[in-house]
């Protein structure tokens, strides 16, 4: 979104994967966007229009998940010089999964390139979105921390029971998924605020002048459970 701004603008923008695409959306029309219908979870056509981007690169400053009035989400931001990105994806996911399985591979202190795939597959009879958020930093995939084969201290899946049917949840695993976003964001915030601390001080022995910084949609998603073939 780099270029001419107006003066006031708003530099704040909430991303979400759609498809293997990432994307801004808005309820009326607007230029470049497309008209998309989506099918809510009652039943009803829900119209957006689509802005779809192929990947977003920023710094990634905070990850948290957050209660909606259409359920849990992640809403992860980032940073790119003066503008602001939060990409929001539904709370129980490939997207989170994938996302957060690759978390603790990443450096905080360099950017990042984020990219989302989608495909279709069979599973118990109808064909179910498959989904991820995968990770690029120097020019690489940034590599799974945990997966089926290597779960490492990550919780595993449990079967409940829901309306008398025995069904795979996840919430152990988004919840171990939120500890460590805390611990490592919680550590990023600390080192930075040493880091200004110390280009203070700096800057007063040299005499230099420092500036110091202030401070989806989820109703067509299907979920899979844990035999599903991915590799998270």
Known sequence: MKGLKSKG?????????????????????????????????????????????????????????????????????????????????????????????????????????????????????????????????????VGFKYSKENPGDRPAWKTIQVKGKDQQDDSDIQKFYENVATRLFNELKLNNDKQAASDFFSSEIDGSEVNIPEGSNQTDFIDLPEDDGLPF
């Open 9 to 141: 603008e708003n530099k704040t923008y909430y991303v979400a994967p759609n498809e293997g695409k990432l994307t801004l959306s808005s309820k009326t029309p607007k230029d470049g966007y497309e008209k998309r219908e989506f099918t809510d979870k009652d039943g009803n056509t829900v119209v957006k229009y689509l802005l779809e981007f192929d990947e977003l690169t920023v710094m990634l400053a905070d990850a948290k998940a957050e209660e909606t009035k259409f359920g849990k989400r992640w809403s992860v931001k980032g940073i790119n010089e003066d503008e602001v990105y939060f990409l929001q994806f539904p709370y129980s996911s490939g997207y989170s999964r994938s996302f957060f399985n690759q978390l603790e591979n990443i450096d905080l202190t360099k950017p990042v390139t984020i990219t989302a795939s989608y495909k279709e597959q069979e599973y118990q009879g109808k064909m179910v979105p498959n989904t991820a958020l995968w990770v690029h930093q120097n020019g690489n995939w």
